[in-house]
């Protein structure tokens, strides 16, 4: 036995040796060492040994970012036998960064891991790269390295040592790209939220520093939460729309910082895509849609000389909805991911589960906007045909009132469509129906049929009640009548009618029937028409005017400007060769910007500045409004102007990043970063710029001068009333009756008129032919 | 630049040019009247004699109004006509009638060229297949020899694409499909996009005219992933 052990050590020691002359430094790992970050060396026994002394060094006590650094990790001691100098491997671990090699004798196993290499095997120092990360955490380096004796030939382990050594680089401290988006909006909205009660109160204080007791603030805000006062409702509107165009600014802003450079990861791809839906549907149903109802409220009963709405408390109703749908839409985001379809939600998208779970909640949110929308279409529209004052007309109505009208016939017939097709996708993704889901033979092209339907009169009764803001401020500021009362209205009208047959040119590479794509086409350039006529027609009314310069005559100007900019842009649109290079690129975004910002945001601009001092009773800071219009109109056009050259160049909509050309492929051109640099610098200054509008809002309910009855001079019914007006606004008793500086035309029928009567066979006639 | 065919070019300028125009008389027209007719410092005139309470006195001319509701409707007919041909070349129909001819035999060739008014035309065409999912494209050349048509993986900033390699002169007709959701093709050098819709066929001309090299970006959102859903083009 004992004879057998030591024969058997004989033939072992000489295949040794014979291994040692062959291969003389094969005895650590070989091949390199990985996944030992946490267990240590355990191959080489279970403890680390003292005896062996792993160091690393090259590296800085803190790191700058993105800077490369040589790091030098080695090791001295450990078991020595004769022959055999001990030498050995290694594994080093980075918490951040990169790691390269710099020679053959080492290797990656990732980003983060190195060892040696079969070549660097049985070295006592090696040389690596590690390039600091940008984030500025602290990074940790672990290495482990071997000590072995080489006693057992390649791979073999006994008595072989093995030593840790742990490193911390402190960064510069920043996590800024790792910041959670939505608790940055979040804490946004949630100050913004305090700062604006903080304010209201602060004012309500002001105005009447006795109402500040618990016993008067009860009635007061309950007054405020029960009102069906179409003035009260109008300015929860107002709050509402100006809270939440501040809030879709915020998250286009967090955009335009994702876009400023190609390739940035300030917010991950799924907090943009959430971004740019949520800013859709913010900024078109819970900030522009409420401004509009809001003015509505406010200044439709005024001009027409009624006392309050025809159905107050379904006003109220139509108001409570809104906050509460936004809270809906909203509550996708605080229930783990918000909707992420674009304010489109194209289908099938939309009803697939890749989708975030907020979908549904979006969905059910737009469904409550869709009744508020058509209760307030059903008031407004009986409100107008019931309610004007004695001597007014349909033709008599200021072209504001006009404006509504036409917007809320349009909503009303048009929103069914968006509602149908909401519960459609609610019920696809709630209880499973399939009206979306292709392999059991639903329809795509379906949803974008509902949608558009409804989506281009939408956008359309967005910018008509601009159209009657401008007409209004026009016409006063110039000191004129408006020119062509008539067409305005037959203009408005013709817009309203043609909205419903042109929706097909958002369409025209969605796969739909070329045929219908054709008609489109037609239809679509027909817009220009109306819309041209309205432009020429404010133009035409300045003529032998005189213009007096106040704040809300800058923003007409300044939307004359930018909606002929718009209207021109989207020219481009309906010629279908050209369409099929600009669809769903910037150019896109530029004309819509222009048009919803430049056309409805700067009109109801004007409208702030034209009715706030009838609606408060105190005058604007004019200084402050010229300062907000300059900021804010240059600020807007260095934003959305290079947007059209970046649609032409070929960048598009709803991308987390865009691709600069390089020598493989083409796609942007280089000037095409500095470009976003440009308009994202700009999205700031203008956000920045409009606040000057809130300063200005809330110094005039301060401490503005008192506002007279009608400071500009105008005619319709609400310069009458006292700014701000009693409630009820009119006495129902004693309405206002119009007169009219025309009465010979007020009174003849119109040639259409004329010609029906002319048709009548009348009573008296037909009864005598009876006999 | 990328991305401008002389198709689009032709219409862009006539388009241009008729915006200037267009632009011209509405700002020239508005700088001069918002100059020409402001108040004197101070002065807050009443030319109509607007008074509250009172209708105010009409202020039109038919000519005028009937004058600018003809004028932008001949400049949009104008604009319709030159946007019609164009329409043809975008989404020509196969067959002797069309731009691009019929599907080519075995031994043929596209030929294709731009013809004076920027249009490509070729002897026939070769079909190919686009399909997409969430997130990627996929290409089939359908048997196409080697040299007409081949697919492969290119390195589009650290990620692998599919490369489709085309051949300069031929064209080629995609019939797409997609797996899951809509997506869209959109080939900025060749100018164009359209959708790609489960559960139905679309189609698209890729005129492979000259050298290049380009990105294929997915131009409908599509979810998660979406712009990175990327592929490389090739001619050569």
């Known amino acids: 036995m004992g004879g057998s052990a030591v024969s058997r050590r004989l033939a072992l020691i000489s295949l040794m040796a014979i291994a040692m002359i062959v291969v003389p430094a094969v005895t650590s790992l070989p091949s390199g060492i990985s996944g030992v970050k946490d267990t240590g060396c355990n191959c080489h026994g279970t403890e680390a040994d003292p005896s062996v002394t792993a160091s690393i060094s090259g590296l800085p006590s803190s790191y700058n970012a993105s800077e490369t650094y040589n790091v030098t990790v080695s090791f001295t001691g450990g078991p020595a036998i004769d022959g055999n100098a001990n030498l050995g491997g290694f594994n080093l671990w980075v918490s951040e960064g990169t790691l390269a090699t710099l020679d053959s004798s080492t290797q990656l196993w990732g980003p983060n891991e190195a060892s040696h290499t079969t070549e660097g095997n049985d070295q006592r120092s090696w040389t690596l790269e590690w390039t600091a990360p940008v984030s ?95 003035k009260k409702i109008g300015t929860l509107y107002f709050v509402q729309g100006l809270f939440f165009l501040g809030v879709g600014g915020i998250m286009a802003l967090m955009i335009r910082v994702q876009l400023a450079t190609p390739g940035a990861e300030f917010i991950s791809q799924g907090y943009y895509n959430q971004f740019f839906t949520l800013h859709g549907t913010t900024m078109i149903f819970l900030a522009a849609m409420p401004l509009i109802a809001g003015f509505a409220n406010w200044i439709v009963p005024l001009q027409i000389g009624a006392p309050d709405l025809a159905f107050p408390r379904l006003n109220a109703l139509s108001f409570w ?58 008031n407004f529209l009986t409100t107008m045909a019931v309610m004007r004052a004695p001597g007014m007309g349909w033709f008599q109505m200021p072209l504001f009132t006009w404006s509504i009208l036409v917007a809320n016939l349009m909503l009303f017939l048009s929103i069914p469509a968006f509602g149908v097709g909401l519960i459609q996708v609610f019920l696809d993704r709630t209880i499973g129906t399939a009206f979306y889901d292709v392999a059991a033979g639903g329809d795509p092209l379906l949803w974008s049929h509902l949608f558009w339907y409804f989506g281009h009169p939408e956008v359309y009764v967005v910018i008509v009640p601009a159209f009657g803001v401008i007409s209004e401020v026009i016409a006063t500021s110039a000191r004129r009548s408006i020119f062509g009362y008539k067409s305005m209205v037959y203009a408005m009208a013709g817009i309203g009618l043609v909205s419903f047959i042109v929706y097909g040119h958002h369409m025209f590479t969605s796969g739909m029937s070329p045929t219908l794509r054709f008609v489109t086409m037609l239809t679509t350039m027909l817009v220009a028409v109306p819309t041209g006529i309205k432009i020429f027609n404010w133009l035409k009314t300045m003529h032998g ?28 649109f309906p010629s279908m060769a050209l369409d099929v290079h600009l669809h769903e690129t910037y150019f896109v975004v530029a004309h819509f910007h222009y048009v919803l910002v430049g056309g409805t945001v700067f009109g109801f601009f004007a409208a702030i500045y034209y009715w706030y001092p009838k609606m408060t009773g105190r ?36 991308t987390h990043t865009y691709y600069i050309t390089t020598d493989d492929f083409q796609a942007l051109p280089e000037w095409a970063a500095d470009w976003n640099m440009l308009i994202s610098v700009s999205a700031f200054l203008f956000f920045a710029s409009n606040l000057l509008l809130v300063v200005n809002m809330i110094k005039s309910l301060i401490r503005g001068e008192k506002a007279p009855a009608d400071p500009w001079g105008g005619w319709s019914f609400e ?27 007020a009174n003849e029928p119109s040639r259409l008129g004329q010609m029906f009567r002319r048709l009548m066979v009348d009573d008296d006639a037909s009864e005598g032919g009876s006999h | 630049m990328a991305g401008v065919t002389p198709l689009f070019d032709a219409i862009w300028n006539d388009y241009l040019m008729w915006s200037v125009f267009v632009g011209a008389i509405s700002f020239g027209w508005l700088y001069h009247h918002s100059y020409f007719y402001r108040a004197k410092e101070g002065e807050v005139p009443n030319i109509d004699g607007l008074e509250v309470g009172v209708f ?42 069309g731009y ?34 969430q997130w990627f494209w996929e290409f089939d050349c359908n048997g196409l020899s080697e040299d007409l048509c081949s697919t492969d993986y290119a390195t589009v900033e650290g990620e692998l694409k599919p490369l489709l390699t085309l051949k300069e002169g031929e064209t080629y007709l995609a019939v797409m499909n997609s797996i899951d959701v809509t997506h869209a093709v959109k080939n900025p050098d060749f100018g164009i996009m359209e959708d790609v819709v489960p559960g139905q066929e679309t189609y698209l001309w890729m005129p492979a005219v000259e050298e290049t090299s380009f990105l294929m970006l997915c131009a409908e959102y599509c979810g998660d992933n979406h712009a990175y859903m990327t592929a490389q083009i090739t001619v050569e």
């Open chain 1, 719 to 745: 310069w009458m009333t006292s700014s701000p007006p009693p409630t009820p606004s009119f006495d129902p008793h004693n309405l206002p009756e119009l007169k009219d500086a025309n009465e010979h035309v």
């Open chain 1, 136 to 230: 500025g955490k602290d990074v940790d380096f672990i290495l482990h390295t071997n000590s072995v004796n080489g006693n057992e030939g390649d791979g073999g382990s006994s008595g072989d040592m093995w030593a840790k050594a742990q490193v911390e680089v402190t960064g510069f401290g920043g996590e800024l790209p790792e910041a959670d988006p939505f608790k940055v909006l979040a804490t946004l909205i949630v100050v913004s939220s305090v700062l604006l009660s903080i304010v209201v109160l602060y004012v309500f204080y002001r105005n009447n520093p006795e109402g500040f007791e618990w016993e008067r603030f009860a009635p007061w805000i309950t007054e405020w939460l029960t009102s069906t006062d179409h």
């Open chain 2, 100 to 133: 691009h001819g019929s599907e080519c035999q075995e031994g043929e060739s596209s030929n294709n060229y731009f013809d004076s008014d920027g249009y490509v035309r070729s002897e026939c065409y070769w079909e190919i297949d686009i399909v997409g999912q």
């Open chain 2, 56 to 97: 105010p006195k009409e202020y039109d001319n038919l000519k005028l109004e009937v004058t600018w509701t003809l004028l932008p409707f001949i400049l949009i007919v104008w604009l319709t006509y030159i946007s019609w041909a164009p329409l043809d070349a975008v989404w020509s129909q196969t067959g002797p009638d």
């Open chain 1, 321 to 378: 909805l809104q906050p509460v749908a936004a809270l809906l839409i909203f509550t996708g985001v605080f229930s783990g991911g918000g909707a992420d379809t674009g304010w489109t939600g194209y289908a099938p998208y939309v009803v697939t589960e890749n989708t975030h779970a907020g979908v549904s909640m979006w969905a059910a949110g737009q469904i409550m906007l869709v009744a508020s929308s058509t209760l307030t279409g059903i």
């Open chain 1, 545 to 572: 005017g005189s213009l007096v310069y106040r704040t809300h005559t800058l923003w007409t100007l300044g939307f004359l400007v930018t909606f002929t900019l718009g209207g021109i842009s989207g020219m481009f």
């Open chain 1, 619 to 654: 005058m604007l800071d004019e200084r402050l409004g010229v300062l907000h219009f300059l900021t804010a109109f240059i600020s807007y056009n260095a934003l959305f102007w290079p947007m059209h050259r970046l649609g032409v160049v070929g960048m598009i909509r709803r």
